[in-house]
């Protein structure tokens, strides 16, 4: 279990954070996301005991973050924005090295450095990291933060700038990390890729929380189910007055509804015009429409 409680953060008198409170369970993934200057970043920092809070608590499986940070280390796997690597080393050499950092014996660290490898379809055929593509380097980082098998991962942009093929491999990964029990705290800009493996999501505004939860309860904030209706009319002039626009696309004609009984308005009025219905698409508000609507 992961609380917090009033977390604020001041840098010299600019409020990063403000009285940021949330809870979420282990074995989940809880997505932060907002826009640039949100507060993302230091929260993160501050999950993962690299700053303190100028004020709050912090509670992580029982261990008090804010008095006692370094004891959540030994379970802790942290990836920051950028993939800071010693790129004069292999990645063989990079991963034995951290290993010999949290105490693992020269055996553990070859084993888990090949079912990292593996596991992340890396395969680094002893070249040094510096002519790695960004997508290896970013595979090696992610291999880093989990050599010691913690059960605790805070990861800050985990796709960033990566090829989609790269950064969906990277999300499908991040699945069966949870499917493994381990708890994952990450923000991101892909806000599709949040949408679909985050078990929560708190969207933070100029250092506020202005939302938290579950998808559905996010949709259930920020608006109901709508409706795209595709439909055929041999003479669309008929519904000329309509109170609903239309557009064509593909050979069909659409048009949105806001609520149902807009639907049923719509349907009424295209078959009524001589029009014939081909389907109806409903649909909840996506992130990105939630960030838009609250605004920077």
Do not use: W
Request: with cysteine; aromatic share 10%; net charge negative.
């Amino acid at each position: 279990m992961i609380t917090a409680r009033s977390l604020a953060k001041d840098f010299d008198g600019f409020l990063a954070l403000d009285g940021v409170s949330f809870e979420f369970d282990d074995g989940e993934i809880f997505g932060i996301i907002g826009h640039n200057g949100a507060g993302k970043t230091t929260l993160l920092k501050i999950i993962s005991g690299l700053i303190a809070p100028t004020a709050g608590e912090l509670f992580i499986n029982d261990i008090d973050v804010v008095k006692n940070p370094l004891s959540l280390k030994e379970n802790l796997g942290y990836l920051p924005e950028e993939s800071r690597l010693y790129e004069t080393m292999t990645a063989e050499n990079y991963l034995a090295f951290f290993g010999e950092i949290y105490g693992l014996s020269p055996q553990e660290i070859r084993v888990r450095s090949n079912q990292l490898f593996a596991a992340l379809s890396l395969e680094p055929d002893g070249k040094k990291i510096g002519e790695f593509s960004k997508g290896m380097k970013r595979k090696t980082a992610i291999a880093r933060s989990l050599i010691h098998d913690p059960g605790f991962l805070v990861y800050d942009e985990a796709t960033s700038g990566l090829d989609p093929m790269t950064s969906r491999f990277i999300a499908d990964y991040l699945r069966r990390l949870r499917q493994d029990g381990k708890t994952i705290v990450l923000s991101a800009h892909n806000l599709y890729q949040v949408e679909a493996i985050c078990d929560k999501v708190m969207i933070l505004r100029r250092g506020k929380m202005v939302a938290f939860g579950t998808m559905h309860e996010l949709r259930d904030q920020f608006g109901s189910l709508t409706y795209t209706i595709f439909f055929s009319i041999d003479d669309p002039g008929k519904l000329i007055g309509h109170s609903r626009t239309y557009r064509q696309e593909e050979g069909l004609f659409i048009c949105d509804a806001e609520d149902i009984k807009e639907l049923n308005e719509s349907t009424a009025a295209i078959t009524g015009a001589g029009g014939r219905v081909e389907k109806i698409e409903s649909r909840y508000p996506s992130l990105e429409e939630m960030l838009l609507k609250i605004g920077k």
